[in-house]
C-alpha cells in the first residue's frame, strides 16, 4: 500500500521561514498527484490551506505557498508566526477517487 | 455558505455498527463534479481518509481492510449522506469528519467540526 510520508515534526524562529514536503514510499510526486495540504489546530476540524499544487484556498494568507522540490510536495511558510503553531497534512491523489493522507507534521514556532 | 454537520451516537458498543449522518447546508448534495467524504482521526493520531460518494451513490474506498466493513449511502432528498461502520472495535474510536471532496475528488475544500465516536466493550 503507497504510505504517503511527512516530517514528524519541525521547528520555526518567529518571522523565519520553513519547508514542510510531502512524498511518496515509492515513486515521485508530482502535479497529477494534486497535493493538497492542511492545518490543524488541537480539537479543531482541519482548514484547507493550499490544493492543486499552488492554489492557495480562499482566505489563506500568501506566505502560505505550495509548491514541487525535487521528487516531494512542499508547503512553505514564510514569515512564521505564532498561531502558525498546528498539525499540517498533506493528502495525494491516487487516481480513482482515492486519496491518502500523510502522517502529518507537528511544526512548532519557538 | 456551505456547511457540513456531522450527527449520530457518540458511544458504540464493541462489534456493533456505527453510524454517522452528514447534513449539508447552504448547497445541494446533487451539484456535479463534487464527491462528498469521511475521514477520521483516532485520538492523538493523523487523519484516516475512509472513502467517498457522488450523489449519483457512485462510491470509493481507502484500504480493502477498512472496506469490507464500510457502507456510505448519500439521500439527496434530505441533502445528506451516511457512513455504517460495521464490527466496532476499540480501534474505530476516532473523531469522525465529513468534508466536500472538490477538483475531481482531489482535494477537500468544506469540512465538518467532526463528531466523536467511542467503541465500548
Known amino acids: 500500500q503507497t504510505v504517503v510520508t511527512q516530517e514528524p515534526s519541525i521547528s520555526v524562529s518567529p518571522g523565519g521561514t520553513v519547508t514542510l514536503t510531502c512524498g511518496l514510499s515509492s515513486g515521485s510526486v508530482s502535479t497529477s498527484s494534486h497535493p493538497s495540504w492542511y492545518q490543524q489546530t488541537p480539537g479543531q476540524a482541519p482548514r484547507t490551506l493550499i490544493y492543486?499544487?499552488?492554489i492557495r484556498s480562499s482566505g489563506v494568507p500568501d506566505r502560505f505557498s505550495g509548491s514541487l522540490l525535487g521528487n516531494k510536495a512542499a508547503l512553505t511558510i514564510t514569515g512564521a508566526q505564532a498561531d502558525d503553531e498546528s498539525d499540517y497534512y498533506c493528502?495525494?491523489?491516487?487516481?480513482?477517487?482515492?486519496?491518502?493522507f500523510g502522517g502529518g507534521t507537528k511544526l512548532t514556532v519557538l | 455558505q456551505l456547511q457540513l454537520q456531522e450527527s449520530g451516537p457518540g458511544l458504540v458498543k464493541f462489534s456493533e455498527t456505527l453510524s454517522l449522518t452528514c447534513t449539508v447546508s447552504g448547497g445541494s448534495i446533487a451539484r456535479s463534479f463534487y464527491h462528498w467524504g469521511w475521514i477520521r482521526q483516532p485520538p492523538g493520531k493523523g487523519l484516516e481518509w475512509i472513502g467517498s460518494i457522488y450523489f449519483s451513490g457512485s462510491t470509493n474506498f481507502s484500504n480493502p481492510s477498512l472496506m469490507s466493513r464500510v457502507t456510505i449511502s448519500v439521500d439527496t432528498s434530505k441533502n445528506q449522506f451516511s457512513l455504517r461502520l460495521s464490527s466496532v472495535t476499540a480501534a474505530d474510536s476516532a473523531v469522525y469528519y465529513c468534508?466536500?471532496?472538490?477538483?475531481?475528488?482531489?482535494?477537500?475544500?468544506?469540512w465538518g467540526p467532526g463528531s466523536l465516536v467511542t467503541v465500548s466493550s
Open positions: 492543486s499544487t499552488y
Open positions: 468534508a466536500r471532496s472538490a477538483g475531481g475528488a482531489t482535494y477537500f475544500d468544506y
Open positions: 493528502v495525494l491523489y491516487m487516481g480513482s477517487g482515492i486519496s491518502v
